[in-house]
């Protein structure tokens, strides 16, 4: 059974990610990921393990996201027993000291958190897909029945 002690975890969690992240903290933002855990970026880059989430994000830290932050939103997380969840959550990268508001924020985020053997939650599984508003927008409206019922 899940209590609301695990979605403070699994939010203490993705907060986590955003502190490794603001340091550029390579280690310290894969520590949070399982062993196994795949990753894919917005770009459809795929990342297989812990070791090569570090070392991607070392590099990615030292050149292209140097001196950026993390934003996330958690918009929902689901329980799949006691030991399983997914989250989705809005996100993007910054620089600055201004969080960029939600509807800003132009990445979704889907990610399956696992708590291993020794009780902690971790990320087994993450997915970033760009938003693309614009084109939601058109969608929406020439095909209404593509709206989400949470929006409609």
């Not at 002690?5 to 949070?32: C, F, P, Q, S």
């Not at 689901?78 to 997914?86: E, K, L, S, T």
């Not at 996100?91 to 508001?101: E, H, I, Q, V």
């Amino acid at each position: 059974m899940t209590t609301m002690d695990d979605k403070a975890a699994i939010t203490a969690v993705m907060a986590e990610l955003n502190t490794a992240w603001a340091r550029n903290d390579a280690d310290a933002y894969g520590a949070l990921f399982t062993q196994d855990a795949t990753y894919v970026t917005f770009v459809g880059t795929y990342y297989s393990g812990r070791a090569d989430i570090v070392e991607c994000h070392r590099t990615l830290f030292a050149k292209f996201l140097k001196n950026t932050k993390l934003a996330a939103e958690i918009t929902d997380i689901r329980f799949y027993g006691p030991d399983a969840a997914i989250v989705t959550a809005r996100g993007d990268t910054y620089k600055g000291a201004t969080t960029p508001r939600s509807s800003k924020l132009s990445k979704v985020q889907t990610c399956t958190f696992v708590r291993e053997s020794d009780g902690r939650w971790r990320v087994a599984a993450f997915h970033n897909t760009q938003r693309k508003p614009l084109m939601e927008a058109i969608s929406f409206k020439t095909a209404p029945g593509t709206i989400p019922a949470a929006q409609r």
